[in-house]
């Protein structure tokens, strides 16, 4: 961290509401000073440390307009003739820093959101989607990070939003991205298999994780050897225990009941009915 971490600790508390603005006039600071290194790294502590969009926003505006104007300043020197190769190079250098500036506006203003509920849901999917859907090809390796990062993170008990949706979009991202879809599908059931232990908030989110799976396994056509019986059908039933006795036959019980006949009624003895007497 740079030298500014205790002015800026002492004012945060007396100044809440402008940290964004404190931190652009302290980088202004060191441009009079031409101490452009210097600003330039506190705009990025600013970028990365602020906890509210509206101070990212007078922050990243304010390094915006910084480096534009040193790449103005720089441009005018290399056409009035004054510009080397040495320039030249510094020119397309900051360029380049000021196009991946661009480049990182969603990730820097999905870390300011996570930062304000690191339990949010919808925002650790959002910033997913920046490496898969916003990027061309795909940044898998970055989605894979960010999708371990949100599960250890977020608390099902305090999560905004459906936790169980992290999970499965977990499960579905190696379905759709794995080279070998049989291998795509043992990673999806490991998922899976972690999120039917998460100790969800209700009983809804661990109901959709199971339909979720079996939806999946459709998709497939496939299904676990051990969801599955000798015959190849698929067997949702319990395992009988081995005391319980097997039903018998409605005939079979009948015929049973009749040798036992019970002592009273018509089936009665005849030491047991008073009419058999006077009968006889």
């Known amino acids: 961290p740079i030298p500014c971490v205790p002015w800026q600790s002492q004012t945060s508390g007396q100044y809440p509401d402008q940290i964004g603005w404190l931190w652009t006039q302290l980088a202004k600071y060191y441009i009079r000073l031409s101490q452009f290194s210097r600003a330039r790294d506190v705009f990025e502590e600013a970028i990365t440390t602020v906890a509210t969009c509206r101070d990212f926003e007078i922050a990243y505006d304010g390094y915006v307009k910084f480096e534009e104007q040193v790449i103005l300043v720089k441009t005018e020197l290399a056409e009035g003739g004054e510009g080397d190769a040495e320039l030249d190079d510094d020119l397309d250098l900051r360029m380049e820093r000021l196009e991946h500036l661009a480049e990182r506006q969603k990730l820097l203003v999905s870390s300011v959101k996570l930062r304000q509920n690191p339990h949010n849901v919808t925002e650790w999917i959002n910033r997913v989607k920046i490496f898969t859907d916003d990027c061309d090809p795909p940044n898998l390796k970055r989605a894979f990070e960010t999708f371990s990062q949100a599960i250890k993170t977020i608390d099902p008990q305090m999560a905004t939003g459906r936790p169980h949706l992290i999970w499965v979009l977990f499960a579905q991202f190696y379905e759709m991205y794995s080279e070998d879809v049989e291998s795509g599908l043992v990673d999806a059931r490991e998922v899976f298999e972690r999120a039917k232990g998460v100790n969800f908030r209700g009983v809804d989110d661990l109901a959709s994780v199971w339909c979720e799976w079996a ?66």
């Open 215 to 280: 939806e999946m396994e459709l998709r497939h056509k496939s299904m676990p050897k051990r969801g599955r019986s000798s015959s190849g059908r698929l067997n949702f039933r319990a395992k009988r225990s081995s005391t319980r006795q097997p039903r018998r036959h409605k005939s079979e019980r009948s015929k049973k009941d009749c040798s036992r006949a019970p002592n009273s009624g018509l089936f009665a003895p005849t030491w047991r009915r008073p009419w058999a007497t006077w009968r006889a």
